[in-house]
């Protein structure tokens, strides 16, 4: 007897990059406020279809849920190559094993498998501008200020569980600079063994307050400015910050700038309102001395953002695709490796230096990408094939391959302290062809410090490319290798404590324990 | 189970993961491509250069859109996106001459 033989099964349409745990987005939208103790870890997977990466992930309520991930499978591939070993944590409270995110009631749980590289404290809910796109929901009409104690107690309990050292700390909010103890604070923080501190602000008061800016330039040795800026369109400020306040920026940017105080700007970029301003925004940062970095941080839909469609939004790839089109081919994705300390779709990071003839040039490209990855011990096994070539004795190579990590890392920038022996280890050990710098930095004149810092704040620029994750983007490993922590208070115990970034912007039971809003009071309007 | 039609996120299930009933009734090729081959022939037949000119002013508009939003190279035979647009925007100059110096073969009675 025989039997007719079928077709057989036909292939998917799609390839699996990566299975992944998620979360369902719809069930999240249905009951924001649920207890992290009900909320459903998914399995799901990265499928690469129709040239787009996908996160699909499957809920019992909803059945197969599917959200754009990443806008290039060949650039995230790319990125995927930089990984480096991570840095031991200390757990919150010993013995939480609970599950992501419920873990996060509790601080960083056991399973975390990276420190905090940059600590940030939310000093007040109280803002002067109610973007309209704002994660954290500040405005104008919320008083809730954390106590100068609370926030420095939040900083010494860190600096307990970091080993006695935190790299870097972000003072957010809320609009920081209008924290009535602010100078109190960074008094005290500068006192304290904190590599950095940053100040993550709108700029309205930088743009007006002569007293504020020389606070800063007091401080500029440690303190530096991570200004919002959104690109040159009026649109593009209107629609983010809600009204159309490029002249305080511009303001901002020259009054810091001419006060010598390392800034960042960080624009926020959305598909189809500025999407094609990334170039400007870095060509903005290349022609102003002491600017000395450009975050570009694709809008995500946390807090108050909303109107991002889904399945057609910008990403962390789609800004790298950007790159080359919008600066003329000054830089290109290939210019940015991902950063290795962080999971690889978390951030990614170039450095651009402008050489003696006056020419930008990216470290990847004067490094090579295979004496970089050789440098990282990314390759092991291209270290082994090379070893009868290698012209760098290995004293040199470890200390180049520590100066590149701490280069590409989140704690880096270039008012860091330990900068000029970076700059010195890889200028002079890797023949880069900037003579200048590697002049200075291995020079020991006097007021060669001062000097290595102008020459850093002009021909230096650090671009990173910052995508958080909201519900529709949100995977389980990129939070247990996420070195952004927010200091949180324990709802039970009080006890300070600290979470994951995106987990404590997406889910509000978790973004209520942040210290603003755990220990905040309202405040009594006097600044002192 | 939610309405599927509520919502893009949610993929209805014979787009979702291949199920049993959903391989063995594969669709037959649909050779769409070749009947819009035809209407552009058809197109270009009765227009000329009034047609060309509109595509290639469509295809330049299109690709400098493509460029700006990231695209670098195109699965076009040319390449890079760069090479394409100069090759449409020729295209567009041709037409515009043709139309008014009235060579080729088409021609305005």
């Known amino acids: ?38 909320v459903q870890r998914l399995s799901g997977w990265l499928a690469v279809r129709d040239g787009r990466v996908w996160l699909e ?60 590289c940059i600590l940030l404290e939310d000093l007040l809910d109280h803002c002067n501008l109610k973007c309209p796109t704002c994660f954290a929901e500040s405005s104008p009409a919320l008083a809730s200020v954390a106590p100068l104690e609370s926030v420095l107690a939040s900083i010494d309990t860190r600096l307990s569980r970091e080993n006695g050292r935190i790299d870097v700390l972000m003072l957010s909010g809320g609009e920081p600079t209008l924290y009535p103890w602010l100078e109190e604070l960074l008094d005290a923080v500068t006192a304290r063994p904190i590599v950095r501190i940053l100040i993550n602000t709108n700029g309205l008061r930088i743009a007006q307050d002569d007293a504020f800016i020389e606070l800063l330039r007091r401080h500029r040795e440690r303190v530096e400015v991570y200004l919002q800026y959104d690109g ?36 926020t970029a959305k598909l189809g309102v500025n999407d094609d301003e990334i170039g400007h925004v870095i060509k903005r940062a290349l022609d102003t001395p002491y600017v000395g970095g ?32 919008q600066t003329g081919g000054q830089v290109t994705w290939r210019d940015l490796t991902a950063l290795p300390c962080s999971h690889p779709h978390c951030c990614s990071v170039g450095y651009l230096l402008r050489d003696d003839a006056d020419e930008w040039r990216s470290l990847t490209s004067l490094i090579g990408h295979d004496r970089l990855k050789e440098w990282l011990d990314l390759e092991p096994d291209l ?78 620029l650090r671009v990173t490319v910052k995508p958080f994750m909201d519900m529709n983007t949100m995977i389980e490993e990129r939070l247990t290798q996420c070195c952004v922590h927010v200091a949180t208070v324990n709802a039970e115990t009080d006890a300070h404590q600290c979470a994951p970034f995106c987990a404590v912007q997406a889910w509000a039971p978790l973004s209520r324990t942040r210290i603003s809003t755990a220990t905040g009071r309202p405040t009594t309007g006097s600044r002192s | 189970m939610s309405d ?106």
Request: net charge neutral.
């Open chain 2, 4 to 109: 599927p039609t509520l919502d893009p996120r949610i993929v209805p299930l014979d787009d979702g993961p291949p199920t049993a009933t959903s391989a063995s009734a594969a669709t037959p090729f649909d050779p769409l491509r070749l009947c819009i081959f035809a209407t552009v022939a058809l197109l270009g037949w009765l227009l000329g250069p009034i047609a060309l000119a509109f595509f290639a002013a469509l295809g330049a508009v299109g690709y400098a859109r493509a460029r700006r939003a990231g695209l670098l190279r195109s699965k076009c035979l040319l390449g890079d996106t760069r090479i394409v647009l100069a090759y449409l925007v020729g295209l567009v100059a041709l037409a515009i001459a043709a139309l008014i110096i009235g060579f080729g073969p088409w021609r305005i009675t």
């Open chain 1, 232 to 267: 040159e369109s009026a649109e593009a400020s209107i629609h983010h910050r809600g009204a159309d306040i490029r002249r305080f920026k511009e303001r901002a940017i020259e009054r810091l700038s001419a006060a010598g105080v390392f800034t960042t700007l960080t624009m």
């Open chain 1, 294 to 325: 450009v975050t570009i941080q694709p809008v995500f839909g946390s807090g108050r953002g909303s109107g991002i469609d889904p399945l057609d939004r910008l990403t962390h790839t789609g800004v790298l695709a950007r790159l080359e089109g």
């Open chain 1, 1 to 38: 007897m025989s039997e007719s033989r079928g077709s057989g099964m036909p292939l998917r349409d799609y390839r699996v990059h990566r299975y992944v745990n998620a979360f369902c987005p719809l069930c999240h939208e249905e009951s924001p406020d649920r207890p992290l103790a009900e």
């Open chain 1, 383 to 460: 270290l082994a094939n090379r070893i009868a070539d290698d012209t760098i004795p290995a004293a040199m190579k470890s200390i180049v391959k520590d100066s590149l990590l701490d280069l590409l890392s989140e704690q880096s920038s270039l008012s860091h302290p330990s900068m000029a022996s970076i700059w010195k280890d890889i200028c002079a050990n890797c023949d880069l062809g900037i003579g200048t710098l590697a002049t200075l930095a291995t020079s020991r004149l006097p007021g060669q410090r001062e000097r290595l810092r102008s020459l850093l704040g002009e021909r230096v």
């Open chain 1, 57 to 116: 992930r499957g809920c019992a309520t909803h059945g197969l849920v599917r959200t754009l991930y990443d806008e290039s499978p060949e650039i995230l591939t790319y990125l995927e190559q930089w990984t480096a070993p991570t840095k031991v944590h200390g757990p919150d409270t010993t013995g939480n094993f609970k599950p992501v995110p419920s873990a996060y009631e509790d601080g960083l749980p056991q399973m975390q498998t990276q420190h905090t």
